[in-house]
């Protein structure tokens, strides 16, 4: 779940879908015989992109700048600029049918003085001189002219208005374009993201836009967005029976992405606030684990089982925790009374806050958890992360993606565990 209010929902009964015809998985298979890049549907950009397996994107969230003054900077002094190969800059809006601007002042208004820009020049405020994020993120493509910038729409928060767009994917393929586009920061995006959460199923709203809706959308966009541009989405990682992967046509629109990114993380939270505990961002399935499919190994498999190449999916890491209050027990699977106090948001904290307030003392599925008082919390550290680029390179997956940039320590300790 990716916004900035995604975390204090309310937990709502997953909706149990039809599930489709056996055969469909089978057909879909047969798309990706050929390479991506074969004949215009399959157009993408992966071709002149960085090497598959050695992606590393992670989320820049434009709300960031306030009260967590995490500013574009920041990616350069803490060493993650050098690391990255792209930036998801979260999030525009999608409203009336249509791409929009998220937040208008963080993205391209805020002036930054000399101390805080990333080139150490100061803002201007001469006739159309872009200002904010926007402007920050073209300086730090200078500092690094290999780094990427995918502008990502929609978001837990924002991802409501996706069923009216999907109405007419043309003409909201059309308006993403003409924003991501825009002559005053068209040199600063290289391609758009997706983050619909979720398409023909329940997320902060429920969409009933139909199973083939998310496949007609990223088709659109691909075709409005040609191949020189990237064209990616944040999907679902619910890999349950009759769960929100198979309510839409992830296969089916695989060929117009350039990469998905599978939110493999929240699988559990305090929105269950009596638990049982356990990690949010299990590797694999362990003995106890609550809900069946809700690992990143399941996603990953179900996923290429339905025909995804296994180089079009980026194994999704969290850069924070997840947690409850009144535990008793340390391992994982036990009761609690709510979710523990996070810095912005019940339930969630940092990792650079986690790592002294909580510090790991247990490992389950190959992510870490901690027990401190009554508080039970699970992240993943250095050694959990690298654990899980073993498992990234040994299913030949196209790299990695995480959220995001801020739960890091000043230092980037976590993306420098990134391979």
Not at 18 to 43: N, R
Not at 87 to 109: E, L, P
Not at 195 to 217: H, I, K, M
Not at 222 to 245: E, H, M, P, Q, Y
Request: aromatic share 12%.
């Amino acid at each position: 779940m990716h916004g900035p209010h995604q975390h204090a929902r309310i937990r709502r009964p997953r909706t149990l879908l039809a599930a489709f015809a056996a055969g469909a998985a089978l057909l879909t298979t047969t798309l990706f015989a050929a390479p991506a890049s074969a004949g215009p549907a399959g157009a993408t950009a992966s071709a002149d992109d960085s090497a598959a397996g050695h992606r590393v994107v992670g989320y820049f969230t434009n709300w960031g700048v306030y009260g967590r003054n995490y500013h574009v900077k920041n990616i350069e002094t803490s060493g993650s600029a050098a690391k990255l190969t792209h930036i998801n800059y979260a999030f525009g809006n999608v409203t009336g049918g249509k791409c929009a601007i998220g937040d208008g002042y963080a993205d391209y208004d805020k002036a930054y003085d000399a101390a805080g820009s990333v080139d150490g020049k100061a803002d201007t405020w001469d006739n159309g001189a872009l200002r904010g994020n926007f402007n920050q993120l073209r300086k730090l493509k200078k500092l690094h002219p290999d780094l990427k910038v995918i502008w990502s729409f929609g978001g837990w928060t924002w991802s409501g208005g996706f069923g009216e767009a999907s109405k007419n994917p043309a003409a909201f393929a059309e308006s993403c374009y003409k924003l991501v586009e825009d002559p005053r920061w068209a040199d600063v995006f290289d391609g758009i993201d997706i983050d619909w959460e979720y398409p023909n199923a329940c997320g902060l709203t429920c969409d009933t836009s139909g199973r083939t809706a998310f496949r007609d959308v990223m088709a659109a966009l691909r075709a409005k967005f040609g191949g020189k541009n990237l064209v990616t989405a944040a999907i679902t990682a619910d890999a349950s029976a009759g769960g929100k992967i198979d309510a839409a046509d992830y296969a089916g629109a695989a060929r117009y992405v350039d990469w998905y990114n599978p939110m493999t993380y929240d699988y559990f939270g305090a929105w269950d606030a009596k638990g049982p505990t356990a990690p949010h961002s299990p590797l694999t399935s362990y003995s106890g684990i609550p809900k069946a499919g809700f690992n990143s190994d399941a996603t990953i498999q179900k996923l290429k089982s339905l025909g995804v190449p296994p180089t079009k999916l980026l194994l999704g890491i969290g850069f924070y925790g997840r947690g409850w209050t009144g535990v008793t027990q340390s391992a994982p699977g036990g009761t609690a009374t709510g979710p523990a106090s996070g810095t912005y948001d019940q339930g969630m904290e940092d990792y650079k806050v986690l790592k002294t307030k909580c510090p790991a003392n247990g490992t389950v599925a190959g992510t870490a958890y901690a027990k401190c008082g009554s508080d039970w919390w699970s992240y993943d550290t250095p050694a959990t992360i690298g654990g899980k680029m073993a498992y990234k390179n040994k299913q030949g997956l196209g790299g990695t993606f995480f959220w995001e940039l801020s739960g890091d320590t000043a230092d980037g300790e976590l993306i420098k565990a990134i391979n």
